[in-house]
């Protein structure tokens, strides 16, 4: 493509003068061979080939007049040579160059068209803001237009004739044999690539190829257009960020909210390892020390101990910072540990708790630590709800379950309280940031705790419970555990 491109665009004016020049040696020599040669033969013929010559190189009008002069010419030698005695075979021969010149010109002149039509296409894609160039054979480039020179500061010259993936440094997604295979057998391929600008700054670019086969089907070249999306991937791995930290800063929040529940958690088996520890002493300080319940009482000390240090290692495990993870995670046991952490919170609140777990203890894959902030973020919104309503009634139902979803298996888990409930109207809004009708509310427990199932590929949705009350249901894929 590029060289017919090459052909038709306009010349620099010193090429163009030279080339006259040639042309016009060439048709001085035709023109003496044909005066002065006593050869019986169509000499002028090889005018063609000045008007050949020029073809490419001059604009129309210039070239009938090549033409058109190599025609006169032609006649020229023609009376000079035959003035007085000229016969039928040599008409004959003149009539036939004189043919074979404006054939020529005619045809010289429709393939100029032709060509230039071809141009006025392909500097159309110069008008695209995008990256266009074409790739032949072992990915040699072959075109380049002007968003590519803009894109990757390499000129047109420069990169024409370069193998494109060593130009740009090009990282793949796969394996670049893959991408190969899969654009041979599709005709086309889309996907995100990393290039290398002329001056080494990097560049992502959303890249589609097409492929170029021939009349008979076999590949001949590939288009590839590349849009720079170095932008918005930066704004988008800052916004992945920014709601890292935003998830984290909630959670430690949180955490603020259960500080009860945890000095409780932790005061309790500390509070017994004191009095087992006492025990102990007093069934040694006795006149015959009863080893046996010294033991038994040491045990359960070391049991107590264990236990507050458990709880110290899941605040931990809460309070961590970091990439989210995507593991198996057992939902039930998850469930499990988060409760411990709101025993108390039910407690203080006087709400009872009924638990209803899936038998299977089904997986799902994903971060435990932000499954249970989310667990933890709409328990505490329900059990906090629930003061409104007299303590009789209050109850929270915590259910996981699994079912099938348009042939999916799916893991729920529900969370059900006997509260006041929202206002249907405002049912739209409870995930939306800073929303909350809390004096001392933040509004983002919800809105975190959506766009961590989201990260899940999971969904939560809340719905009014018939007599009073608001259920909350998050779906996730359920993980099939691989049977060992
Ligand atoms: P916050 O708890 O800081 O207000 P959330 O995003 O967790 O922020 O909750 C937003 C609002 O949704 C709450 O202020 C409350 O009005 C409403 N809400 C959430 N859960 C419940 C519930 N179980 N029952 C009634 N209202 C709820």
Not at 31 to 60: G, H, K, Q
Not at 191 to 200: A, F, I
Request: aromatic share 4%; charged share 25%.
């Amino acid at each position: 493509m590029e060289a017919v491109l090459d052909q038709v665009r306009v010349k620099p004016q010193p090429r163009r003068v030279f080339m006259l020049g040639v042309a016009l040696a060439l048709a001085v020599v035709i023109f003496a061979i044909d005066t002065l040669s006593p050869l019986d033969m169509a000499i002028a013929v090889l005018y063609a080939v000045v008007v050949l010559f020029l073809t490419n190189e001059v604009e129309r009008r210039t070239l009938l007049l090549v033409g058109a002069a190599c025609v006169g010419l032609t006649m020229l030698s023609f009376t000079i040579m035959h003035r007085e005695n000229y016969n039928l075979a040599s008409v004959m021969r003149c009539i036939v160059s004189i043919a074979a010149i404006s054939v020529t010109t005619l045809l010289s002149l429709k393939n100029q068209k032709a060509t230039r039509a071809l141009r006025e296409q392909a500097d159309l894609l110069d008008l695209s803001h995008d990256a266009v160039f074409v790739r032949g054979d072992s990915d040699i480039i072959t075109y380049w237009n002007q968003g590519a020179e803009r894109l990757y500061g390499w000129p047109r010259a420069e990169a024409v004739g370069r193998k494109a993936s060593q130009l740009l440094h090009t990282v793949f997604p796969e394996s670049p044999l893959e991408i190969r295979e899969a654009v041979h057998r599709a005709g086309r391929w889309e996907g995100e690539l990393s290039h290398t600008r002329r001056d080494g700054t990097p560049v992502v670019v959303m890249s589609r190829w097409s492929l170029q086969r021939d009349a008979r089907g076999r590949p001949i070249a590939t288009m590839e257009t590349n849009s720079d999306i170095t932008q918005r991937k930066r704004a988008e791995d800052g916004l992945h960020q920014a709601q890292a930290e935003l998830a984290h800063v909630t959670r430690v929040a949180t955490m603020g909210e259960l500080t009860a529940s945890i000095a409780h958690e932790i005061n309790q088996p500390l509070a017994a390892v004191v009095t087992n520890g006492e025990a102990c002493l007093r069934w040694l300080g006795r006149d015959v020390p009863d080893l046996g319940e010294a033991k038994s009482a040491v045990e359960q000390m070391i049991r107590n101990g264990r236990r507050a240090s458990e709880v110290v290692a899941r605040l931990r495990a809460l309070a961590r910072r970091g990439e989210p993870l995507r593991l198996p995670v057992d939902i039930n046991e998850a469930t499990g540990e988060a409760l411990l952490l709101l025993e108390r919170e039910l407690s203080n609140h006087r709400v009872a708790l009924d638990l209803s777990l899936d038998p299977k203890g089904p997986h799902v894959l994903g971060d435990r630590v932000q499954l249970q902030q989310v667990l933890i973020n709409l328990a505490l919104n329900a059990i906090q709800a629930m003061d409104a309503v007299p303590e009789a009634r209050r109850c929270l139902h915590l259910e996981t379950s699994t079912r099938d979803e348009a042939g999916q298996r799916r893991v729920l888990i529900k969370i059900t309280d006997t509260g006041p409930g929202v206002d249907p109207q405002n049912l739209p809004l409870l995930f939306n940031a800073f929303y909350s009708t809390k004096s001392d509310g933040m509004g983002m427990g919800l809105s975190i705790s959506r766009s961590i199932i989201e990260a899940h590929n999971g969904l939560v949705s809340a719905t009014l419970v018939e007599g009073g009350g608001m259920c909350f249901s998050v779906t996730l894929s359920e993980h099939e555990e691989p049977s060992s």
